[in-house]
């Protein structure tokens, strides 16, 4: 995530309420310092949107803080924690048994029940869900009793099933059950009814305001409590911006990625991160070098192994990033990931920087500089002026295009990075109208399942809007993923057996390129809140951020977790 450039009256508008708003000790606003957590780093504009199904759109903490999951998701135990979920079982291949907590209530007092599970479910049947292709495999949802929902498929899909478990919250039948395509939408849902641990505050231009369920549920039934008695997450304006509000005490959690932060971290005690030295940040997705394979010559695998070895991660990690980010695993998979790598068929791809190899593979298939003007032609011989593109404002993402297309210069290759606007950059993505960018829209997640489905899913169609930007095509390794998303959930060994089969056709062919991890952005003050995650053993390991699908990966535990100082 990155801070977005906001014109300077509401830049202005940002540091002036945050200094009303103090409250407590040092000011005299509505919310005190001691009860109140200020974030940012992740709403890019005002809150316009409570709308759980208006994916990207909604307020920050709509899912996760209002409405909740069944399941969360630890990625460092690799383990389901059931949550609004008691209980679950396979009872066939084909069915899965989910057993409700008993008490659980909205939060305008009716009683959650295996009906709104349904009704969640069932709204995936319209077109503009944004999970309309949970009934690709699932034939049937039925509430048995009020507590049990018994969910069958018409072909088992374990991996990918859970993903949506966990990534989806439970609406309310009794408000949802009746609405039309049109309210799943558009419809801003401006009074959210959940079952989570916050409820609507309030909300401005620049920022939203949660406050404290003091009803909710997990108190109870989990010992778990919140301290914080208001949220509030502010619009970004800058990375300046948000550098001063951490300086100032201003801010307890920024999800920005912010340029010279490890200068301040090591500078000012106050502030940590999760771990003491570089890359200070956890891994949370991979940044891919994406090729589009409807063009020449990246439809050429050799084109494509020669271009993955001429790429220099060290010089990108030690310069736009100071050492932020660490250099991906030639399979992209993350490191909780690591008991799915084939290390042993890695080793032996010998894919890494090595310009020489570079230049000897581009020779080797007919890529040679005849003109002597010190690029290569293509065998054919004709002339390879190619893009890169990264949207513009993206300052480490930009440095990085820049050391990418003079790395391929450097082995004959003509490459010139450009920087459009965001929303052109993803229409062009999205009809295929690109040779090469950098994209990193599949993060941590239960499976390496949706790495693969994002890296290989077919069809490929005229819009790509999610997954395949690359227009990559090969049957065999999308029904290894097929396979893959069958496998049942706590069966790591055969799941890392079919990882293993992708990987030997995706080390072989090179898709995509891997760079580097992009990093789980948690700069966190400890003025007047501690206990934030770290790689201590006395504090938490879950994650610190707001970011879309963050709190069902434990963001809301450590929200948990956190204490006043003093």
């Known amino acids: 995530m990155r801070a977005l450039r906001l014109p300077a009256a509401l830049a202005a508008l940002v540091l002036a309420a945050t200094a009303c708003a103090d409250g407590g000790e040092g000011g005299s606003g509505a919310y005190p310092r001691n009860e109140t957590l200020y974030t940012s780093g992740t709403a890019w504009g005002p ?52 057993t409700l907590r008993e008490g659980i209530q909205w939060t305008d007092g009716e009683v959650l029940d295996a009906q709104d599970v349904v009704t969640t479910l069932e709204l995936g049947q319209m077109d503009a869900s944004p999970y309309s292709n949970v009934w690709d495999y699932v034939e049937s949802v039925e509430a048995t009793d009020d507590r049990t929902v018994t969910v069958t498929f018409s072909e088992p899909r374990p991996q990918e099933w859970m993903n949506w478990a966990y990534t989806n919250p439970i609406v309310p039948d009794h408000l949802w059950a009746d609405s039309t395509e049109d309210e799943i939408v558009d419809n801003p849902n401006e009074d959210p009814v959940g079952t989570g641990p916050y409820v609507y505050g309030d909300h401005a231009d620049d920022r939203m305001i949660w406050e404290r369920n003091d009803d909710w549920w997990a108190v109870e039934q989990l010992d778990i409590d919140m301290d914080a008695r208001y949220i509030v997450d502010i619009v970004n304006a800058s990375n300046e911006v948000t550098m001063n509000m951490l300086a100032q005490d201003e801010l307890d959690l920024s999800n920005n990625f912010l340029p010279g932060i490890d200068q301040q971290l090591e500078s000012d005690e106050t502030l940590t991160s999760f771990y003491d030295g570089p890359p200070y940040m956890q891994s949370a997705n991979t940044a891919w070098l994406v090729l589009n394979h409807d063009r020449a010559p990246m439809n050429d695998t050799a084109f494509r192994q020669a271009l993955a070895r001429a790429v220099d991660m060290d010089q990108i990690i030690a310069g736009p990033y100071s050492n932020l980010v660490e250099a991906a695993n030639p399979t992209g998979l993350l490191p909780s990931w690591d008991q799915y790598v084939d290390h042993e068929l890695v080793d032996e791809s010998g894919i890494g920087y090595d310009p020489d190899e570079a230049v000897g593979l581009l020779e080797e298939a007919g890529y040679l500089d005849e003109d002597g003007d010190g690029f290569v032609e293509t065998p054919d011989g004709d002339p390879i002026e190619l893009t890169l593109m990264v949207p513009s404002g993206w300052t480490d993402w930009m440095e990085a295009a820049r050391l990418i297309a003079e790395n391929a210069q450097a082995i004959g290759i003509n490459v010139e990075a450009q920087f459009p606007e965001f929303d052109l950059l993803v229409d062009d993505r999205n009809a295929g109208e690109f040779d090469m960018l950098i994209n990193n829209e599949r993060q941590q997640s239960n499976s390496p399942w949706t790495y693969y489905d994002y890296l290989f899913q077919l069809p490929v169609q005229e819009q790509q809007t999610t997954v395949n930007f690359g227009r990559y095509e090969n049957e065999e390794v999308w029904g290894l993923v097929e396979e893959f998303a069958a496998v049942p959930t706590d069966d790591v060994e055969a799941a890392a057996e079919i990882s293993a089969r992708i990987q030997e056709i995706q080390l072989a062919e090179m898709p995509a390129i891997p760079l580097w991890y992009n990093g789980l952005w948690s700069q966190t003050s400890n003025v007047y809140w501690t206990n934030w995650p770290s790689e201590h053993e006395d504090t938490p390991d879950s994650a610190a951020t707001l970011w879309n699908g963050w709190l069902e990966l434990g963001g809301v535990l450590t929200l948990a977790e956190i204490e006043p100082v003093g």
């Open 47 to 98: 809150p316009v949107s409570w709308n759980p199904f208006m994916r990207g759109q909604y307020a920050v903490g709509t899912i996760g803080l209002v409405y909740e999951p069944l399941f969360l998701f630890d990625p460092s135990e690799n383990e389901y924690v059931p949550w609004l979920a008691e209980s679950d079982e396979w009872t066939a291949e084909d069915v899965h048994v989910i």
